[in-house]
């Protein structure tokens, strides 16, 4: 099974409280951090694949190893096949730890990496799935999953927020816990509920 997510911001101590970027109501970064873990480990399958449309963790150490060996272990600690792609916080050189660390799950890498997007299909739709929101004009049967903005929404109805603190978890008829990873379901939901959403503002 495909899940999505973005902007995870693993260690990212300046989003902790009140702020106009990005409020997380988290005492500390461990806190946080737990809190995804948890809630990303409580839907998804060892056996499953999720697309991480970038900004996974913001911690920089002097020597940088010491973050690179911190942030991959709570990697290490998520369930399924993880999708990187290359958000503007994450660097190539954490990207060529992670693959020189990289290891085997269910006969898969453990981590995929590309520098820009990957294009898949379900639900009768092509997903293009970037980090940057994408400005795609008229296409048919697009939809452009995307990270970077987070609990802001693009105006454009073929573009979906699927980072951690999107707003547009307002079109589902369900809760998601902070931090987990969006379904397939979740998707088609949150697409129908944008399309819906549009078609009453004409």
Same mark, same amino acid.
């Given at each position: ?5 973005? %902007?995870?911001?693993? *260690? ?15 005492? =500390?970064? $461990? ?9 990303? =480990?409580?839907?998804? @399958?060892?056996?499953?694949?999720? +697309? &991480? ?5 913001? #911690? ?6 010491? /973050?690179?060996?911190?942030? +991959?272990?709570?990697?290490? /600690? ?7 792609? @290359? ?9 060529? #730890?992670? =693959? ?7 006969? @898969?890498?453990?981590? $995929?990496?590309? %520098?820009?997007?990957?294009? !898949? ?5 092509? +997903? ?9 004009? !008229? ?6 999953? &995307?990270?970077?903005?987070?609990? +802001?929404?693009? =105006? ?14 307002? #079109?589902?008829? #369900? ?6 990873? *969006? /379904? $397939?379901?979740?998707? $088609?939901?949150?697409?129908?509920? @944008?399309?819906? %959403? *549009?078609?009453?503002?004409?």
């Amino acid at each position: 099974m495909n899940f999505f997510t973005a %902007d995870t911001h693993f *260690f990212h101590k300046d989003l902790l409280g009140d702020n106009d970027f990005a409020p997380r109501p988290f005492p =500390n970064v $461990e806190t946080m951090n737990q809190t995804i873990v948890k809630n990303w =480990n409580a839907r998804v @399958k060892t056996t499953d694949t999720v +697309y &991480h449309l970038g900004d996974i963790a913001l #911690y920089f150490t002097h020597p940088a190893g010491i /973050s690179n060996q911190a942030v +991959y272990d709570v990697l290490k /600690s998520l369930n399924g096949h993880l999708v990187l792609i @290359k958000g503007n916080h994450d660097s190539r050189a954490f990207f060529k #730890y992670l =693959n020189n660390h990289n290891f085997m799950v269910g006969g @898969k890498p453990k981590f $995929e990496f590309h %520098d820009v997007g990957v294009l !898949i299909k379900f639900n009768h739709r092509q +997903y293009y799935m970037t980090h940057y929101p994408m400005m795609m004009g !008229i296409v048919k049967q697009i939809i452009n999953l &995307h990270g970077h903005i987070h609990h +802001y929404s693009v =105006n454009i109805k073929e573009d979906i927020n699927v980072g951690v603190d999107t707003p547009e978890t307002d #079109y589902l008829d #369900y809760k998601i816990p902070f931090g987990t990873p *969006f /379904s $397939e379901k979740d998707i $088609e939901q949150m697409v129908q509920g @944008k399309f819906t %959403d *549009f078609a009453k503002r004409s």
